[in-house]
């Protein structure tokens, strides 16, 4: 039955959420070479004018963090000045792409002003409930070979949400777990086969 | 119209089909409600591409001024720094540009799966 799985597809002026993973691949070509072409085609279309590509916080949070975790660890880098400077290098590169919206993923920021409490209580109660419905599963560790979650992440929760209540039509990323919330928003895979885009 | 879901490509020939296929995609989507059936054209040959029912309704929705908050983010961040404008050919420019401060096959997917477990 697998081969009757549907189609995901995302057409011209779709509205679609970023993940963080998708602007990491996108900067480094030396691991998965297939997963930077994926994500370098796929920011060119937004760029293009063909998605309007959606960025929250969280995701700008998640990219910041990466970074500062790549150079500490693999940088050779000698102080976090250092760090910090060309952090905002690429996040400033980040912002320089056009057809990017950049949202503190509050409905605010499209019209009717919602107070911040409220958001808060909006959001996070929401990202709760994503929790709770979608425990995930137990797999096994690739290098271990010894059990462990699968499920979304804290975060990821948080970009569901997000996502949602911005009204984006998909959500792109390269991470698998986000087909748990496919009837949330549907998950844009950038290297599934399934995937149109 | 009531069509059975039905695959004429074998794996190997699907993916050697798929770009012809995505250029059709749109063009040739029907839809019965929200059940959507994809017709295409390989090799002189018309197949019917299973169901597709993810493709996105229109809907009615607001748009995203991000004037204030893309503004906000950035003096959050870097306070005493200009804000940086949009740039064209941006993704072009900057596509890569870790490369020039790692060295080869850093395991990205590892470093961020330790940064969604915080």
């Known amino acids: 039955m697998d081969d009757l799985l549907p189609y995901i597809i995302a057409r011209k002026g779709d509205r679609i959420y970023i993940d963080a993973n998708v602007l990491v691949y996108y900067f480094y070509s030396k691991y998965r070479p297939y997963f930077y072409q994926k994500a370098n085609d796929f920011l060119l279309k937004v760029q293009g004018g063909k998605f309007e590509g959606v960025i929250s916080c969280i995701t700008i949070m998640e990219f910041i963090k990466s970074l500062r975790e790549l150079f500490v660890e693999y940088g050779k880098i000698g102080s976090m000045q250092e760090v910090e400077n060309l952090v905002q290098q690429f996040v400033r590169d980040v912002f320089s792409i056009a057809h990017l919206k950049f949202v503190g993923g509050c409905p605010a920021d499209m019209g009717p002003t919602f107070r911040t409490e409220e958001l808060y209580k909006a959001v996070s109660s929401k990202a709760l409930q994503i929790m709770q419905k979608y425990p995930g599963k137990i797999g096994t560790s690739a290098e271990a070979g010894e059990p462990e979650h699968e499920g979304i992440h804290t975060a990821d929760a948080f970009h569901v949400v997000l996502a949602k209540r911005l009204q984006c039509n998909k959500l792109a990323t390269f991470a698998w777990e986000f087909k748990q919330t496919a009837s949330e928003i549907t998950p844009l895979i950038l290297i599934d086969h399934d995937t149109f885009w | ?118």
């Open chain 2, 1 to 118: 119209m009531a069509l059975a879901p039905l695959t004429l490509f074998k794996r190997k020939e699907e993916l050697e089909a798929r770009s012809t296929i995505a250029q059709f995609l749109p063009k040739y989507a029907t839809t019965t409600s929200s059940t959507f059936h994809v017709f295409s054209w390989y090799e002189g040959r018309f197949a019917e591409i299973r169901f597709v029912r993810t493709i996105s309704k229109p809907i009615e929705r607001l748009e995203i001024d991000d004037s204030e908050s893309r503004r906000m983010i950035w003096q959050t961040l870097f306070p005493t720094e200009p804000m940086p404008k949009v740039e064209e050919n941006a993704v072009e420019k900057y596509s890569g540009l870790l490369d020039k401060f790692l060295p080869e096959n850093v395991p990205l997917d590892k470093v961020m799966q330790r940064v969604k477990r915080g």
